[in-house]
């Protein structure tokens, strides 16, 4: 017996193992509880003949350790080695994950919300389905205003009553009515209008829209708010300039242009030699319009503006169709960046 643990002894002395999944054969092989190699051999202890019980244990114990170290140390070389593998390419490029972008309008209406904000707006939202109180009655539009026809508006299910709104200015109405002044808020949203679909008009837009409504707000704070935020957005030299126009909503009103983004003023096709663009609507909130929401216009003065979202990404990414935006083509979309 004592010869036979001697051979196991040179057996595991000269055990080279390649993979854990060989030593681990070894493991059970030898120190498995039930039918082990070193359990088995422990068990013929008792049939040892007394003289050579001392001899027999010594090599036995022998066995033992030697059993025991050399797992524990093939175990942690062959680790090591799995662990720095060679036939794994370090260098090569990792699998890019597609993490998608945002949408140019989401940019841009971001970033406007931005400034706005920075200049102490609140951002709030109203119904892109709307009564004609809102969309139109309270915003001092007469009963006849071309805007109440079926062709230029959208009508759900021939209520006259409920439409998809025409602007934002929706949102102006719901908002005063049930905040007191002062406020100042911005009010993004999608907006329809009965339209044939082409590279300059579409059915489905966004507008963002502005108000301030305070004691002695004047025409002054408008165009200083618009200057700060046309040198903010468009670059510190661009100038604006404010012409006479009209919204039932209010009196005065305006269009504001700013100086060409491309080039600069001097005149090109963007612009249409005229070194213009136009950018958006504004004026004094109506008195009648102050009054239909309960705010006293002997007290109260302010301001509005809206403002398509469409037309200042067209300009900053120089897009020339409006259908672009809305085609969720992918080729257009991956030209963002994930912001
Ligand atoms: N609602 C107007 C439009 O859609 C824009 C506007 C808003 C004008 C607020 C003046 C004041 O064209």
Redo the contacts with the bound molecule.
Sequence with gaps: MIEQVKKYIEEVRSFQPKTLDELEQFRVKFMSKKHGILTNLFKEFRNIPPEQKPEYGKVLNQLKSLVEQKIKSLKAQLEDQQASRTDLDLTLPGDSLAVGSRHPLSIVRREILDIFRRMGFIVAHGPEIEDDWHNFTALNFPHDHPARDMQDTFFIERNPDVVLR????NS?IRYMEKHKPPLKVVLPGR?YRNEAVSARSHYVFH?I??LYVDKDVSFADLKQTLLLFAQEYFGEHTQIRFRPSY?P??EP?AEMDVTCTLCGGKGCNVCKYTGWLEI????MVDPNVLANVGIDPEEYTGY????GIERIAMLKYGINDLRLFLENDKRMLDQFQYL
């Design positions: 025409t602007h934002t200015s102006q907006v507008q829209e502005g919204f909503f209010t009103s958006l609507g504004c004026g509005a503006f809206g403002f």
